[in-house]
Nanobody
Framework: QVQLAESGGGLVQPGGSLRLSCAASGFTFSNYYMSWVRQAAGKGPEWVSSISPSGTTTRYADSVKGRFTISRDNAKNTLHLQMNSLKPEDTALYYC??????????RGQGTQVTVSS
């Protein structure tokens, strides 16, 4: 059974940083593309970033490029998202998802990120 558990969200001031983590279990983590997807209140899901199974290839939405960094540790079955220079428009529920872009087949419960002064 696929399980994805996000952590690391919280309240941060504009310009601040957060590091999200996702603990994966129930499947061979190193075989899959993984992604971060976010959903703001009242809006549909927005793809944020994806990483290849080996970690050598990463992709970012234009809205976060240069500010966010996706990474993975296949030895620990863990996915990360380092978020810097956060803006109020980054406020959303962030999900860890198995798959690339919005073509994922499983996702976690999410962790809330709120950027506000």
């Amino acid at each position: 059974q696929v399980q994805l558990a996000e952590s690391g969200g919280g309240l941060v001031q504009p310009g601040g940083s957060l590091r999200l983590s996702c603990a994966a279990s129930g499947f061979t983590f190193s075989n899959y593309y993984m992604s971060w997807v976010r959903q703001a209140a009242g809006k549909g899901p927005e793809w944020v970033s994806s990483i290849s199974p080996s970690g050598t290839t990463t992709r970012y939405a234009d809205s976060v490029k240069g500010r966010f960094t996706i990474s993975r540790d296949n030895a620990k079955n863990t996915l990360h998202l380092q978020m810097n220079s956060l803006k109020p428009e980054d406020t959303a529920l962030y999900y860890c998802a198995r798959g690339a872009h919005l073509g994922y087949d499983s996702r976690g419960q999410g962790t809330q990120v709120t950027v506000s002064s």
